[in-house]
């Protein structure tokens, strides 16, 4: 198997100092309590994006992490599930930033973003490195969005392809 190049690691860390910069205007810092938002990194995919972002963004978070499995290969099976799920006292009222690595279908998203809804969160604002809008199935949109790319498979800064790939600090297509 090949990687061809897709976005290089310059690239992928010049993006995400934009994207920190945004996200430090324009998110609402502290809930009406005071307190600071809560980052929701997805894994295992969005680990590193999240871990560059959440060092380089002009205010704390709180981390909290849940795993969501639908992939197998590199076809989704369109029912994503949130592995020990959201548990609402860690929400309820609080600003959470969602992390995720792509916006594929968007099954993903619309679930994660049901149950932060049901665990009463305040402000739910969605952050993902790459956007596929031609795959899209759920409508919807993130609010940050590092790159918009095709519909082509890609790996590497923390996507895999049945767990290889993940560490390559660029993202790259894989040829067969
Ligand atoms: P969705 O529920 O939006 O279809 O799927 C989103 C999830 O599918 C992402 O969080 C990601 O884990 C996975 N995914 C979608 N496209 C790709 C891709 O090109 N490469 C990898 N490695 N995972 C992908
Ligand atoms: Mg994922």
Not at 17 to 22: D, N, P, V
Not at 89 to 99: A, D, P, Q, S, Y
Not at 101 to 116: P, S
Request: with cysteine.
């Amino acid at each position: 198997m090949k990687i061809e190049k897709l976005l290089t690691e310059a690239q992928i860390q010049a993006r995400v100092e934009e994207m920190a910069q945004e996200i430090s205007r324009d998110f609402p810092q502290t809930n009406k309590a005071g307190k600071p938002p809560v980052a929701l990194i997805l894994a295992n995919g969005a680990i590193f994006f999240a871990a560059d972002l959440l060092r380089k963004l002009r205010f704390e978070t709180e981390i909290q992490v849940v795993r969501v499995a639908s992939y197998a290969g590199t076809q989704s099976n369109g029912a994503p599930e949130i592995v020990g799920g959201i548990s609402p006292e860690k929400f309820r009222g609080r600003n959470v930033l969602v992390i995720d690595d792509v916006l594929d279908t968007g099954h993903t998203l619309a679930k994660v973003r049901e149950h932060l809804c049901a665990a009463g969160a305040e402000d739910v604002r969605i952050c993902v490195l790459l956007d596929k809008p031609s795959r899209r199935v759920v409508p919807g949109q993130a609010d940050y969005v590092g790159f918009s790319i095709d519909d082509v498979f890609v790996v590497g800064y923390g996507l895999d392809l049945d767990d290889a790939w993940r560490t390559l600090p660029y993202v790259g297509i894989v040829k067969e």
